[in-house]
């Protein structure tokens, strides 16, 4: 993964090269804005999880919870709920999306969020100052992962957890990958190919699809499982919205009317009472600092 210089102002204490200087870039631009405006379709899209995650990080009355790569923020509200007498801590090197999720925590009025704006591989989390630290889909975007995850086993105390879920690899036996390939060949041919930013960060979301790279990641952790999960990731309340959503992903895109009803039929069969809704892979992780 690219990394690049970024150049330091009088007012910015951060280093002047940062690992992550290009995802940086990607998420405070206009990919980190996108999911920030479509935060509620993002959420839904990825809400099959909540349920597996949470199951997984079993978080008490009075836990500790980091939640790495946090966005918006609606994992870390529902961890904080969780914690009840705890807390809940969301890291986030988005600037557009960290703004988001304090202008929901304060409408929903909890109490026992806050939000740290830092890149997880380097931030310096309080040594042993997490139960549980966990991910839905924060985790990918590191350019060194081992140190990343070093510095978050760091944050936790010894036997404290570590629970994310992260994309298995793109497979035409996969509904969500097979109608996203042919949607992404139907805009191509009409020169409607995603920014470079967002290819970068598409890219990134793959980096821990193999468990050999999860587990070489995970060096630091001890009782590392990895089990596969089959969800329905949701796109949009019928094929028109859900196009409507995936249109606006290359806004500048001039796209006919006959793509836009061709991408519809694409999305058709996987239309039901609950929206267009598609299976998808990932895998949910677990592991533990050492005692
Ligand atoms: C796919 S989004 C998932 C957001 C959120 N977990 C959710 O479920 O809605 C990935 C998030 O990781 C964040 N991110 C990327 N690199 C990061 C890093 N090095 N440190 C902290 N956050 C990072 C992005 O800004 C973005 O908010």
């Known amino acids: 993964m690219t990394t690049h210089a970024r150049p330091k102002s009088r007012y910015d204490t951060r280093p002047a090269s940062l690992p992550n200087a290009r995802q940086e870039a990607i998420w405070n631009g206009p990919v980190g804005r996108h999911w920030a405006e479509q935060q509620d379709r993002y959420d839904a899209m990825s809400g099959d999880l909540n349920d597996h995650l949470f199951a997984a990080a079993a978080i ?22 969780l914690a009840g007498g705890g807390r809940a ?21 909890v109490p026992n969020v806050s939000y740290e704006r830092g890149d997880a591989q380097t931030h310096p989390f309080p040594a042993g100052g997490y139960d549980v630290a966990i991910s ?9 992962h081992a140190a990343a995850f070093g510095n978050i086993a760091r944050a936790l105390r010894p036997g404290g957890r570590l629970v994310f879920a992260c994309p298995q690899p793109a497979s035409p036996d996969i509904e969500e990958s097979r109608a996203l390939g042919t949607l992404a060949s139907l805009l191509g041919a009409q020169g409607a190919t995603a920014s470079p930013e967002s290819a970068d960060a ?17 060096a630091a952790y ?12 949701y ?3 019928d094929p028109s919205d859900a196009v409507g959503f995936l249109l606006s992903r290359t806004p500048d ?6 793509t836009r009803k061709a991408m519809e039929d694409v999305l058709s069969p996987y239309a039901g009472g609950r929206g267009v809704r598609m299976k998808a892979r990932v895998w949910l992780v677990t592991a533990a600092r050492p005692s």
């Open 60 to 81: 008490g009355d009075g836990d500790r919870v980091l939640d790495i790569g946090c966005g918006a923020g609606t994992v870390t509200r529902i961890a904080a709920r």
């Open 89 to 109: 801590v969301g890291v986030d090197i988005s600037e557009p999306l960290l703004a988001r999720a304090r202008a929901r925590t304060a409408a929903e009025g």
């Open 136 to 144: 839905r889909g924060g985790v990918m975007f590191f350019a060194d």
């Open 202 to 218: 598409r890219a990134a979301m793959a980096s821990l699809s193999d468990p050999r790279t999860i587990r070489a990641a995970l």
């Open 222 to 233: 001890t009782d590392v499982d990895v089990t596969a999960l089959t969800i329905e990731t």
């Open 235 to 237: 796109w949009g309340k």
């Open 253 to 258: 895109a001039a796209v006919p009317r006959v």
